[in-house]
């Protein structure tokens, strides 16, 4: 089961989350063609340039989840570490994304066509259940420590 999850969570939080957030942040244009991102021309300018920030904040403070992926993989002693802090930082981050995009529609700002929002809110749902996941596997390994 752990190395199950330490590849999950290398496969999604590293190469799909962590990743994709590289590519928004660094290729906006690349990020939009492959749909991780809403194109300019259908969002509020304000809210496609706060996206662009918000890119480069997670390039920034997502990547400890991915790193216990790798730890847990190693079955080194550091991983249930890493994996609370990415998983509060995984949930976090679903949960901030979720709300602020609910808030910003109901205020009428255009935030992108309503498919790509429903995708986009089942990708957040997924990145708080592993951080969730995580967070509870952590916490079972240290209790048993």
Same mark, same amino acid.
């Given at each position: 089961?752990?190395?199950? %999850?330490? !590849?999950?969570?290398?496969? =999604?939080? &590293? *190469? @799909?989350?962590?990743?994709?957030?590289?590519?928004?942040? $660094?290729?906006?244009?690349?990020?939009?063609?492959?749909?991780?991102?809403?194109?300019?021309?259908?969002?509020?300018?304000?809210?496609?340039?706060?996206?662009?920030?918000?890119?480069?904040?997670?390039?920034?403070?997502? %990547?400890? !989840?991915?790193?216990?992926? =790798?730890? &847990? *993989? @190693?079955?080194?002693?550091?991983?249930?570490?890493?994996? $609370?802090?990415?998983?509060?930082?995984?949930?976090?981050?679903?949960?901030?994304?979720?709300?602020?995009?609910?808030?910003?529609?109901?205020?009428?700002?255009?935030?992108?066509?309503?498919?790509?929002?429903?995708?986009?809110?089942?990708?957040?749902?997924?990145?708080?259940? &592993?951080?969730?996941?995580?967070?509870?596997?952590?916490?079972?390994? $240290?209790?048993?420590?």
């Amino acid at each position: 089961m752990r190395t199950l %999850w330490g !590849l999950i969570l290398i496969v =999604v939080a &590293l *190469l @799909l989350c962590w990743g994709g957030q590289v590519v928004n942040a $660094l290729f906006p244009k690349r990020a939009e063609r492959w749909g991780l991102s809403e194109p300019q021309a259908e969002v509020d300018p304000v809210f496609y340039t706060d996206s662009r920030g918000e890119a480069f904040w997670d390039v920034l403070s997502i %990547w400890p !989840l991915p790193v216990a992926g =790798v730890l &847990l *993989l @190693l079955d080194h002693p550091w991983w249930p570490y890493f994996g $609370l802090v990415g998983g509060g930082i995984f949930i976090y981050f679903s949960g901030r994304g979720t709300v602020v995009r609910l808030v910003l529609r109901r205020h009428g700002i255009r935030i992108g066509h309503p498919k790509r929002l429903a995708a986009y809110y089942i990708i957040l749902f997924v990145w708080a259940l &592993l951080g969730a996941v995580t967070i509870a596997m952590a916490v079972r390994t $240290l209790e048993a420590s």
